[in-house]
């Protein structure tokens, strides 16, 4: 084509401003563009992938045709910038602002405590925008779809609920006010706001935010789509457009005809539809498409016929459209003729995001011949045609077993495009299913799959056509061909059930090392389908058949429970904390539910991240070369290639450390670029340094590395076992164990294995070195949690601690007022990264995946018949990785905290902190104790099934009671709260009635099982080691009463700087918005402690308020001489006297130690009490979950912030639920991680939230030991997650009793649904084989 030499201009609209681009790149993704090119940085980059939503934005689009506009939500990450063409895009910034108004969404989110670092914010804020442009008045079933692709890791995604769903229509109750009497939540909704004050209990209150004020929603002040761009779509015609890059063209033709043109010119060119499979192919896997063809303008492919057979669907139909066409289809046409109809629409609903879903497009997701596609295996199961189109011949072939040829290839020819798909209408004795399990039920690719079709000869139940199709199970969507060939002309009874079972197991079977692992659960799985289809199919024959027929009518109402799905709800609930004294200043914030400080500047994208900071000019950038090797010597490394590239600048090697090649650790020097040997598959062994990104990556690919592989390699627990590789060990041993085992009248041994877990914080670990020039001052900006650590890390590495002596060091560390909260990963990891930066003098972010510990422990119980529990002997193991790090400190804390809530009499612990060849591992959110907790419990539970007692009576049996109990670690302690809080628990979670209503709802279902837990929490809170409990804080006044304020904490959306601000307004009088604070940095703060274990409020609070007191001692007189001036008076006044108005504060806290020798200290400042109590129903076919209520009480002292509390409660219980039910980490038998981004590792999601969430914080607590008699609650929640582990336990014991296993069994954890589904032993089970032992099977078990 003679265009192809013309370069077409890119025009698009970006919040109503035009954008002209006469170079557009098609590789350029419109997330850069919008955030290098437009500097709008409110769209965030999380991963990159379309997986986790924080770079969702609105496009516009006119449709000439239906002279409609249409707004869909998609992610910039994946939007290709040439996509845009006549396109309009909105971004946060283009919906409201500080500097403007701001919008409803922005106002809710932030109001209603919606967000906490502000990461995923945005993302969300632009999701909801776009739910409310297309429908005002949504249903909240329509807000939980819209909500499915955005990943929140801090706040636990109720309150991002609670905010929007004032905006919904629709009400559904929780049922707990009964007939005549209101319901709490009904009310609420009611009244707007999530939750209110309830009535006549003085001394609590449930008002988080009132929603009185919100502004209403105005669609008259959205921006309107540009009129210019509708001219373009109705005045011109199409023509051919073609963007080229450095490396690819993009062309767009302008008709069918034109298409298959290209298409036989480019038969490898790729049909570039939403590009959510070619997107990250080319990202992640380092495919690349010189040529790229956008149907865009080919109407063909955009159309919805409705024929005589069915539904004809252009291919390039979004998904979100096809299942819009699906819903008005099955609304408007007999339910006979839509059974296939419903059952993709079912697939549909659960299939990617909202966002995914506006973007991909039904022939991507057939072409893309992806194993696990959702759609493939009914569409082939239900006999769809497509229709396929090249220049020389059109054709319909079937979508069925022999268009799947091989992994992501079809049968289509390379110059043949998929025109059209014919859904086929369903006829009366025709049947249809569909079947998934994922590992999250949103947004997660399927484990398995199936489509399965039966058609029945007339009038009867015999067989005379079955297709049942499997995804999940091979390298293609594979037919059940065999299986379904013998048993035509069979009658659908029981015989028939057991048949199918053996002939798909049969034909359905693949070795240990086919990708994905789980092949016992993976066939289960198909059999358990086939099972509910069975009985799904026995039904309808009944009421088709419409008679009393005697098969048919014979499914006993306990198995009905197979057919039934497992749906969920948005979550909502009810948050409890005590009122102010009424006696309180109005004006004295502390005690307040307070919303965060940056919220607002969250939900308008105008805080700014590290990674939001413009380029340096003379940026550089680097790529790091990693080891692909567990255990390796180094023998050369040959940059050759990489150096001649162009753009590259440099290699670095440890030759090229100025100073020390180490970043010290608490307990150790961790290496950063290794120097001879590899320990670890991903140890760094170089890095290149480029003029940019992609070019360094390219570099850094090229770069050779000859190994020498090493022996061992050690990379499970088992191993470091046997070879004895340890980094150290801890015991811990109080009474007398061995004369305690000899008395008591029962012993039992078990074991469980506790998986590990990635932080997944939304933002990337990001540094910013900036060499000032002047006296080699360097500044480094960076997301971590220990500034001082950064700032001795780079020194040491730089050498310019040495030249220039620790008193006198140059430069700062400072904190950007907003990071992500890193869970404890940053209170070290971030050093590694930063002092490379250092190194290099470079900029830019990386993902540190470093896990939480894994811990594996072998224990042995003495216990009395009547629940005593007497004497722990226990034994754990810990992975720590190919580095210490923070392995012994998680180690120590696991071991402190194994009495969980328990008086233990008698114990010996032994802990080894394992040495492995699989990268270091660190801390997590509480540090071991939601491990300790774990394993505790396991045994609680399993002396509980032996004594015949329910759990909850032991645990009751064995609290710790009263005002002087003692610790394991002989540190007295009152207790009380502790039973407090467990009682309330109890009471509040209506626990006794609710177990009786599990018990009879099991006894009622077959398979599905509810459970229920309820499990004490105690928590330590400060740093055992003593020199870490300080802090310091600078308090400037300016002479016009302005204040600013700064303290050493870092502020990672945990709500550290509201509650400082609170402090010193209570302290200083004056209002909130008098303070400023800063962002936290070594230049003003030096010396600062880490921000973690629960205890920054704690340290920094008391700095702060040492330094308003300071203050107020200065302005004294002037206050007593003019007791009716006000602040600014006084301020001005001493000032002209000459008193300084600049102070600091310093708080020495608590000599916090353990001594491991004499197994003794005291290793907290004071305790976190609770209690969690979470009821679930497990799908005892498929292993999926559905969280149905949990109920969480804090004993949180004088709550400083209640709303900061409560969201750090919610945060870190969605966070032990992830630990405890979902997040699975998965290593080859090489040590690499599989398991890497969204798409592979799955956080909780909003359908992971249980559907009721009730948070009260423990009434009339006093904390002497903390600011204002608070405690930090930060982490404690995390181990409120064991509820729901422990209630899933329960409930697979009930399945379990079905089958006559009445016996202790181990769960371990993560309980993901192949855990709950093998645990639930039953026919198909017992059916499966167990593979045979192969040399490498695809995963090992770390
Ligand atoms: C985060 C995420 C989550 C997802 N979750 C799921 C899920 O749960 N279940 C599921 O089934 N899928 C899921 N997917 C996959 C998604 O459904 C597919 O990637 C999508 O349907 C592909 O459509 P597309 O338009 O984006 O294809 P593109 O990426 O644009 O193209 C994909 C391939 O199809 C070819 N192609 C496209 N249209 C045609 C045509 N008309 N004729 C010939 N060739 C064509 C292209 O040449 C290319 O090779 C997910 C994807 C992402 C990114
Ligand atoms: S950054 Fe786009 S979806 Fe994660
Ligand atoms: S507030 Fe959602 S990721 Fe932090």
Redesign the pocket.
Known sequence: MSQHSIIDELVFFVNGRKVREQNADPETMLLPYLRRTLRLTGTKYGCG???CGACTVMISKYNALEKKIIHFSV?AC?TPLCMLYGAAVTTVEGIGSTRTRIHPVQERIAKAHGSQCGFCTPGMVMSMYTLLRNNPNPSTAQLQQSLA?NLCRCTGYRPIVDAFRTFCTASTCCQQGGRGTSCPLEKAEQDGSSTQTIVGDQDVCSQLFKADDFLPLDDTQELIFPPELMLMEEKLAKRTLVFRGERVMWIVPANLEELLEMKSQYPKA???????????NIKFKGAFHPVMIH?TYVSE?NSVQIMDEGLRLG??C??SRMKDVLVKAIAEIATEKTEIFQALLK?LC????EQ?RN???????I??G?P?????PILAATNCILEVVSRERRREIHLDENFFVGFGKTA?MPE????SILIPYSRKWQLVSVFRQ?TRRE????IVNSGMQVVFKEETRVIAELRMFFGGVGPTTVCAKRCCKELIDRSWDEDLLSQACELLLEEISFPSSAPGGSVEFRRTLTISFFYKFYLQVRQRLQQLLNKEDLFAADILQRHRSAMSPLLVELPRGLQKFQPVTWDQLQEDPVGQPVAHLSAIKHATGEAIYCDDIPNQEGELFLALVTSSRAHAKIVSIDAGEALKLPGVVDIITVQDVPGKNKVEMLFDMEEIFCSSEVTCVGHIICGIVAKNQVCAKMAAAVVKIIYEDLEPVILTLEDAIQHKSFFGHRKLENGNVDAAFEKVDQQLEGQIHIGGQEHFYMETHSVLVIPKGEDGEIEIICSIQHPKNAQDSLFSTLCVGERRGHADQWGSSSIRRQIQDNFGSSSERLEVTLSLRGISSTAGSRRLRRMCVRIFPAMDVGYMTDGRIIAVELTCYCNGGNELDASLEILELALLNMDSGYYIPHVRLTGFACKTNLPSNTAFRAFGQPQAIAITESWVTDVASKCNLSAEKVREINLYRGKESCTLYKTIFDSRNQLRCWNECLESASYHSRKIAVEEFNKLNRWKKRGISVVPLKKTVGFSIPFLNQAGALLQVYVDGSVLLTHGGTEMGQGLHTKILQIASHELKIPMSAIHLNETSTATVPNTSPTAASFSTDLNGMAVKAACQTLLQRLEPFMHDNPKGTWKDWVKEAFMNKVSLSTTGFFKGEDLFVDWEKGEGNATSYFIFGASCSEVEIDCLTGDHRNIRTDIIIDAGNSINPAVDIGQIEGAFSQGLGLFTMEELKYSPKGVLYTRG??QYKIPAVCDIPEQLNVSLLSGSKNPKAIYSSKGVGESAVLAGSSVLYAIKDAITAARRETGLTGNFTLNSPSTPEQIRMACVDRFTEMVPVSAPESTPWAINV
Do not use: K, R, W, Y
């Not at 043949?416 to 025109?419: A, F, G, P, Q, Y």
């Open positions: 992938g379309g997986g992610n994946l692709g790729p049909l570039l539809v939403g590009n959510t499979n070619i997107g990250p149907p492919l291919a390039a979004s998904l697939q659960v299939l990617g995001g995914i973007m991909a497009s039904l022939g991507g997701n072409v893309s992806s696990t596609s959702d759609l493939n289509l043949e495009v998929l025109l994922a947004n997660a690719f399927s969204p798409s």
